[in-house]
């Protein structure tokens, strides 16, 4: 079965340090993997995605991805947090072998930067 | 997520209740889903949508029905409403077809059962 694992409930950090959150996948098939941000009150935000193509991509406000297929892993990082970059990540998949097309969430990581 | 709504954004509710969550989009997407989001569990699939007349249960369907009454409008029944369906509901979109893999989210709904 696909999945999507976020071992980490909280991640702290200090502000103008570096930051990872971590997802690692299980999928058959070519994974199509996405991170989101949730503010407080709001819906998810698209943040980046990985389809095909270069194993580090870069999205919104910042963010880059790396994507590892020998270690089935799809780390967010950041190279200096902001205070404001304090919001709950998750990590996705998309069923691409099922026919279902579904996406596949994570629980989310809860990042807090500290001024 | 202006291109996302969802009506109503909150809603205290008591148990047996029929009650309707709505959702409309703007971005002319085909493909549509209601997810709700509880603390720890992340998000799961109730329902899902890729055109009008094509509607898929998700993971946890049941105590929920869902109608597609066009392409913009995508909507979430809970026949008899019950405590454990206390939750934040969101409704998102999507279309592949235009290579716009990642979904947009509405700005959810949160519903409390008494």
């Known amino acids: 079965a696909q999945s999507v694992a976020q071992p980490e409930d909280q991640v702290n950090v200090a502000e103008g340090n570096p930051l990872t959150v971590k997802c690692t996948y299980s999928?058959?098939?070519?994974?199509?993997l996405f991170w989101y941000v949730q503010y407080p009150n709001r819906g998810l935000q698209f943040l980046l995605k990985?389809?095909?193509?270069?194993?580090l991509v870069k999205g919104s406000y910042g963010f880059e991805a790396e994507f590892n297929k020998s270690q089935t892993s799809f780390h967010l990082k950041k190279p200096s947090a902001l205070v404001s970059d304090s919001a709950l990540y998750f990590c996705?998949?998309?069923?691409?072998?099922?026919?279902?097309?579904?996406?596949?969430f994570g629980t989310g990581t809860r990042l807090k930067v500290l001024a | 997520d202006a291109d996302v709504t969802q009506t109503p954004r909150n809603r205290i509710t008591k148990t047996g209740k029929r009650i309707m969550l709505e959702c409309s989009q703007t971005?002319?997407?085909?493909?549509m889903y209601w997810y709700r989001q509880d603390p720890g569990l992340g998000l799961r699939l109730i329902y899902y949508?890729?055109?009008?007349?094509?509607?898929n249960k998700g993971e946890i369907s049941d105590g929920y029905s869902v109608s597609r009454q066009a392409q913009a409008k995508f909507s979430l029944s809970l026949e008899s409403a019950i405590p454990n369906q206390t939750a934040l509901y969101f409704c998102?979109?999507?279309?592949?077809?235009?290579?716009?893999?990642?979904?947009?989210f509405g700005p959810g709904t949160r519903l409390t059962v008494t």
């Open positions: 971005k002319g997407h085909d493909r």
């Open positions: 990985y389809i095909t193509g270069d194993n």
């Open positions: 998102a979109t999507s279309d592949p077809g235009t290579g716009t893999y990642e979904q947009y």
């Open positions: 999928v058959s098939g070519n994974p199509y």
């Open positions: 949508s890729f055109d009008v007349k094509d509607i």
């Open positions: 996705a998949v998309r069923d691409t072998t099922s026919g279902t097309y579904k996406y596949i």
